[in-house]
Structure formats: C-alpha cells, structure tokens
C-alpha cells in the first residue's frame, strides 16, 4: 500500500513516487490502455453537450482524447504527462493535445469556459498535491467558467475490487498488459503486470478539496465507482 504523506514521513519525494508508479506506467501502457478507453461516461457526455457553442476549454489528463469529440460545437485543448498518450490524442482534430502536467499547466489564468479533469487527481500522491491540482484547473476559468472533476470512490463494493469504508485509501491497482508470443519476455512470459497508485476518495473528501482552495461545489455526486463534483472559482458565478 502507498502512504497517503510520503514526503511528510520522510520517505520518497512524491513526484519521485508518481513518476515511478503512474507516469512511466502510463508510458508504458499507452497504446493498450488506449484500446479500452473507448466509450464516454454518461455525466462527462452530458456536461460536454450542454455547453454554449463555441465554448472553449481543457481537458487536464485526457488521455486518448475521448472526450474531445464528444460536441464538436465546442474547441478543448487536452493535456496530459504522458506524451504516448498525447499522440494518441492529438488525432482528434480540429482540438489540440498537448504534454503538460497536472500541477503545472501553461495556459493563462481565468480564460477558458470550462475544463474536465476525468480520473486524474486520483493518482497524485499527497492531499496537498491533489489539492493543487484542483486549484490549478480553478483557476483556468474565466468567470462563470465550471469544471468538472472525476476521482475514484473509496466506496466500491459492488465492484469486482470491493472496496468500501474502512479499506486503506491509498492503494496499488494492478494493470495486466498480454503480449503476443513473438514479443514474449526472457522467460517466455507473455504478460506483464503494471501497478498504478490510486487514492481512493471517500464520500465527502472532493468535495472538501474544492472548498478548501477556495472553489464552490455547483453540483457533486457518485456515478459507477467514482466520486465527481461540478465546480468554478468562488465568486465566479
């Protein structure tokens, strides 16, 4: 299991951490990854058609870019650490995919719309930095801009994981990869196992982190596993 405050414990330095277990995997992993990340989840969909033609905005971790078409009456810039994925992403024109990170992202301050940060926050390793990053997607809008934000829920025990109150929060979820056997390992295997870090919100805890850095909630719920909140900068109604 992870440790919910490596640096404030002495151990390794978060970024070190989640350079090892998050973006070097998600290097690793791109294409594969990429394959079964298809299909668009309902609230993001409807978040997405629901604005104003000609919006314009991010979409902070995108991934493969699956969210960039979903309304194509809108412009989005997608970003992520992972430049294989970027690649990926970078398909989907007319938008734009960049490689940038989460904690530093280089667009101006108060100008866009809106921004979606879908099942990306998640995998910062501190609350302090998961803070940040809610912090830093705030403050891409323009007044009147909302984000949404997705993380994974602690509470998951419908899932095939089984997670729920009282599990550790911070935890290790494995990411098995097949290969053919012409491209099998030096002992012939033909799969190889992946960890990703993931911290496990529990009900509430989002939300929190929003108010915390000075946004307001619009709107926040559960939907298959995930915890996600509507948000925007206080006083940016």
Not at 89 to 118: E, M, N, Y
Not at 156 to 178: A, I, L, T, Y
């Amino acid at each position: 299991m992870a440790n919910n405050n490596l640096e404030e414990k002495g151990e390794i330095p978060a970024e070190t951490y989640e350079e090892e277990h998050v973006h070097t995997v998600y290097e690793q992993i791109a294409s594969h990854f990429s394959s079964t990340r298809y299909k668009p989840w309902p609230i993001v969909s409807t978040f997405l058609e629901n604005l104003a033609p000609g919006s314009i905005g991010l979409d902070v971790g995108c991934g493969n870019g699956k969210y960039l078409t979903v309304n194509r009456d809108v412009f989005i810039v997608g970003s992520d650490r992972s430049t294989n994925l970027v690649k990926i992403a970078a398909g989907h024109q007319p938008h734009a995919a960049i490689v940038a990170d989460t904690l530093a992202l280089p667009h101006q301050k108060g100008r866009f719309d809106f921004a979606i940060s879908i099942a990306v926050v998640h995998h910062l390793s501190t609350r302090d930095r998961r803070r940040e990053a809610v912090q830093c997607i705030l403050d891409t809008l323009r007044d009147g801009g909302k984000a949404l934000v997705y993380v994974w829920a602690l509470e998951q025990k419908n899932s095939r994981r089984g997670w729920d109150e009282g599990h550790e929060q911070d935890v290790m979820v494995p990411w098995v990869m097949k290969t053919s056997k012409k491209n099998a390992g030096e002992n012939g295997e033909t799969e190889k196992t992946f960890q990703r870090y993931y911290h496990l919100y529990r009900k509430g805890e989002l939300e929190e982190d929003v108010v915390n850095v000075g946004g307001e909630v619009i709107e926040s719920g559960y939907e298959k596993d995930n915890w996600w909140a509507i948000c925007r900068r206080s006083g940016g109604g």
